[in-house]
């Protein structure tokens, strides 16, 4: 490969991570204008960890080989990762509907890198609430060491990545914003049941096995599971899978989605 | 050298039976003003939409630049800059948060989180634009505090701050009061004649026309003519005497008698060609009213639309 070729090909990746940044920053930029948005980051934890998790802790800890604290503190930190990167892609409607999206459709960077910034500007605030989560269930009682909070950390923006791919399948298709809020239910409620998020999945057969399986979600929670159970005796009872199968499972259903999702949102504005 | 390249496109949107560009061809010189005039849902946005790539189109060739817009789509982008019909601004950010997207996407400048953190070619550009658009004082406001006008003008800056080689201009002084008309108008030129920036407009205010190299006219998704606006005016206009007279019935008998066409309105119009002098000395009857009428590309293009049955807005 000449010299040449390699500094255009160099160049060209620098003005695309350029692009990533700058889409990614206008998210949290706009994050941080939206009291709205803020604030809804801040209950959603509330609601998920304080009030379904503290009623499940109570209810269904009994009979376990694990405690059932920790394992639904790690789901609902990856279950909140992934619902609230879904829900600030859907923001991608917003775009559309102020005309916002022909700006960017019109830049002369990948479609991917439009993409892959707004996950990463998304899940920005998916990342509040996972703070947001850690305070209600240290107010619950239930903590992580730091060192796997920091493992939980370092997978969280391939979590993001995972969930925010999966979202764009249904959101690069839909152009208003009342049916993009019912498209994130859609896809963040069936993930939270049946991904082990807050109830183990080890039992589960037939359909819902099925559906298990292909959830982006399911591999992203054995993975951040197999991470904090590490060297545990616990590990067997709540860990499913290698965690190479995990990370492999994840890289092919990101990237199938994020091509499926990114192939929708560039060409539904376009094939009109 | 042509920098836009038309040939035999055609867009049908799904589900209708007519399509809104028919098999139109035209091309533009690099550093041209051209115009693109027509009624509403003559097919210039839509034509618009496929040249800047963000509409594909049913069938034909387009180049921009050289490249074409479906296999070098991104080379097409880097080329051109587009103020849309409809304005696309985010309004949660600032202005000047905008242009900084804008500026990075097009690979002006690496982000910063700062205006103060930005490079100072970017910093000197956005506060020249600014200033000449006259929104130097709105560029740190948030957008939901600007005006229609003063979002527009915002567009303009947008627009120009990675120095297109081809600009397209749908309808961009909607909304503009005059003198921010005029100013804009007064940049554009500049930026023309400074860079050699090629110029593509649509419009309303078939005025901001009269200064383009060339006019083609799109009716009902055909291009139905293409040529300057003074051969458009000589081809479809004649140049008008408007008089008038206290006996108005002997002035009119006499131009009668001279076989002088004319009309009647508020004033009496009469049709010449070669100079208005000959046709003064001819008159006996005295004068009050005496007036020359130069045709505008206004007339020409009512005078078009209601010739070809367009519909006249």
């Known amino acids: 490969m000449s010299e040449q070729l390699l500094i255009k090909r160099k160049s060209r990746f620098l003005r695309e991570m350029n692009a990533v940044i700058a889409v990614m920053a206008r998210e949290i930029t706009v994050f941080f204008k939206s009291p709205g948005t803020i604030a809804m980051s801040l209950v959603m934890p509330i609601m998920f960890m304080g009030m379904i998790g503290g009623n499940l802790s109570q209810n269904m800890a009994s009979g376990l080989e694990f405690g059932f604290a920790k394992f639904m503190l790690v789901g609902m930190l990856i279950n909140m990762l992934f619902m609230v990167t879904c829900t600030g892609m859907s923001s991608l409607v917003d775009d559309h509907e102020t005309d916002f999206n022909q700006e960017m459709l019109v830049s002369p960077v990948s479609r991917y890198s439009l993409v892959v910034g707004k996950i990463f500007g998304a899940s920005f605030g998916a990342i509040v609430s996972m703070a947001g989560t850690l305070i209600v269930g240290l107010i619950m009682g239930i903590t992580l060491p730091l060192i796997q909070l920091l493992m939980i950390l370092a997978l969280s923006p391939l979590v993001c990545l995972a969930g925010g791919a999966m979202s764009m399948i249904l959101i690069g298709l839909i152009k208003s914003r009342k049916t993009a809020n019912f498209a994130v239910i859609l896809i963040t409620m069936p993930q939270m049941f049946l991904s082990g998020a807050i109830v183990p999945i080890n039992h589960s057969t037939g359909v819902l096995m099925i559906l298990s399986r292909l959830m982006p979600m399911t591999y992203c929670l054995d993975l951040t599971r197999a991470v904090v159970y590490s060297g545990t005796e616990e590990y067997k009872s709540v860990v499913m899978f290698n965690p190479i199968v995990n990370f492999a499972a994840i890289a092919l259903l990101t990237t199938v989605c994020l091509i499926i999702g990114t192939f929708f949102y560039a060409q539904s504005e376009k094939n009109r | ?313």
Request: hydrophobic share 40%; with cysteine; net charge neutral.
């Open chain 2, 1 to 313: 050298m042509n920098v836009i390249e038309v040939n035999h496109l055609v867009k049908r949107y799904k589900g209708t039976r007519t399509p809104s560009v028919d098999n139109i061809n035209f091309s533009v010189e690099k550093g041209e003003f051209f115009a693109f005039l027509g009624p509403n849902g003559a097919g210039k946005t839509t034509t618009i939409s496929i040249l800047t790539t963000t509409l594909s189109k049913t069938s034909g060739e387009v180049k921009i630049a050289g490249f074409g817009i479906n296999k070098d789509a991104r080379k097409v982008r880097e080329k051109v800059g587009i103020i849309f019909q409809r304005p696309s601004l985010d309004l949660q950010l600032t202005a000047e948060e905008n242009i900084r997207f804008h500026a990075c996407l097009y690979g002006v400048c690496g982000y910063r989180p700062a205006f103060k953190l930005m490079p100072a070619a970017y910093k000197e550009k956005v506060l020249e634009l600014a200033d000449v658009v006259g929104i130097k004082d709105a560029l740190f406001k948030p957008m939901k505090k600007l005006s229609g006008g003063m979002q527009r003008k915002l567009e303009i800056v947008r627009s120009l701050i990675h120095t297109p080689e081809v600009l397209f201009l749908d309808e961009p002084t909607q909304g503009l009061d005059a003198v921010s008309r005029r100013s804009l108008w007064e940049y554009i030129n500049t930026v023309r004649n400074q860079y050699g920036t090629t110029i593509f407009l649509t419009t309303h205010y078939i005025d901001e026309a009269e200064g383009a190299d060339r006019v083609c006219i799109i009716n009902h998704g055909k291009i139905a003519a293409c040529s300057s606006p003074d051969e458009l005016k000589t081809v479809l206009l004649k140049h008008e005497l408007i008089l008038d007279a206290k006996d108005r019935n002997a002035l009119t008998a006499e131009l009668s008698t001279l076989g002088l066409p004319y009309t009647v309105n508020s004033h009496i119009a009469v049709p010449y060609e070669g100079t208005a002098q000959a046709l003064i000395s001819k008159l006996n009857t005295e004068l009050t009213v005496l007036k020359t009428h130069e045709p505008t590309l206004e007339d020409a293009y009512i005078e078009f639309l209601k010739k070809t049955g367009g519909d006249i807005q």
